[in-house]
């Protein structure tokens, strides 16, 4: 038979000091209650097959700020060709362009759908457009319009 020893008063309240401190953490947002989102469940257009319409056209970083591999076609607006593409840190990037392609990275992604990804916004021409994380509701951002299920523009010029 085994026997087991009793906290001592000290131990005991070093515990009861360390279980008050997580739960303060988790309450207060300090420690998040929700994985963060990996890139293709924020945004899953990542995820569908390669098309012609996926290959960026236009001069852009060498080397790129993105797996290359990872790009995809999300939109045509006013004349600017729209792509969303992972990062091999889990982040993604937004790139758009005709003749030269401007990029803007952020991430990882966040965990709540519908919010903006931060960082991910870009301001080409006299547009500005913004990546959001897949989800519904979509927060409403005033000023803009939704292209797609992740992509928004600004309706006014910036």
């Known amino acids: 038979m085994t ?11 070093a515990l009861g000091i360390l279980a008050a401190a997580c739960s303060l953490a988790l309450l207060s947002g300090c420690v998040p209650s929700t994985p963060t989102a990996t890139a ?13 319409a996926d290959a960026v056209v236009g001069e852009q970083n060498d080397p790129p700020l993105y797996d290359p ?5 999300l939109a045509e607006h006013d004349g600017d060709r729209l792509w ?4 091999d840190k889990g ?3 937004l790139l758009v362009g005709t003749n030269a392609v401007s990029t803007s ?16 916004e870009l301001a080409y021409g006299g547009s ?20 797609t299920e992740n992509l928004w523009v600004s309706t006014e010029s910036r």
Do not use: H, M, N, W
């Open 128 to 147: 500005e457009y913004r990546l959001l994380a897949a989800g519904t509701p979509a927060i409403p951002l005033d000023g803009f319009e939704q292209l």
């Open 84 to 87: 969303i593409a992972a990062t």
């Open 69 to 73: 591999d990872t790009v995809r076609f």
């Open 3 to 13: 026997s087991r020893r009793r906290p001592t008063a000290k131990a005991a309240c």
């Open 105 to 120: 990275c952020g991430g990882p992604p966040v965990a709540q759908p519908g919010q903006l990804q931060a960082g991910i």
């Open 40 to 52: 293709a469940e924020a945004f899953p257009v990542l995820e569908r097959p390669v098309t012609d």
């Open 91 to 93: 982040g993604v990037c």
